[in-house]
């Protein structure tokens, strides 16, 4: 059975999307500040994928295969990029399978270019915790704000 989709903020009987409206929520308000209440809803073993090719030459690109290798990645991302905002428009879940669906804003600390794409994650959780994580976004814009294209 699939859940009806739910606007952030609302109650929602998807655990899941409950514990990722929280996150997400905190995550825009501390503009990206809050990475280690996500990193706690990862299990050890994560597989954390981004849109971008692992031949980008940034932290961000290609897969991550624990936990601490998405440390890693958030620790470059508060490194690399400044959050401008963070808005989530919905969540569609399907039993431990929730996809967020909203849009982003980043500017790059290196070269100043600012990224403001749609954004889509797709989570998989397994007993509470997010063993699969994908994220999309525009990622031609990224390549161009950090001069790889």
């Known amino acids: 059975m699939t859940d009806a989709p739910a606007q952030p903020g609302s109650a929602h009987r998807n655990a899941n999307v409950t514990a ?3 996150a997400y929520a905190r995550w825009s308000e501390t503009k990206g500040g809050c990475a280690d209440e996500v ?3 990862f299990d ?3 597989e954390m994928r981004s ?3 692992a031949e980008l030459p940034s932290e961000l690109a290609g897969a991550h295969a624990s936990k601490e290798q ?12 400044e959050m401008l905002y963070f808005d ?17 804003a980043w500017r790059s600390r290196a070269t100043g270019a600012e990224v403001d794409t749609p954004k889509v994650d797709i989570w ?19 390549a161009r704000a950090v001069g790889a294209v």
């Open 124 to 142: 998989h959780f397994e007993n509470g915790r997010a063993t699969r994580f994908m994220e999309m976004f525009d990622s031609l814009a990224f």
């Open 39 to 41: 990193l706690a809803l």
């Open 88 to 104: 989530v428009y919905q969540f569609i879940a399907d039993g431990d399978d929730v996809v967020m669906v909203g849009r982003c």
């Open 20 to 22: 990722l409206d929280r």
């Open 44 to 46: 050890d073993r994560v």
């Open 70 to 81: 998405a440390a890693d990645y958030f620790a470059a991302l508060a490194r690399d990029w």
């Open 51 to 53: 849109i971008l090719a």
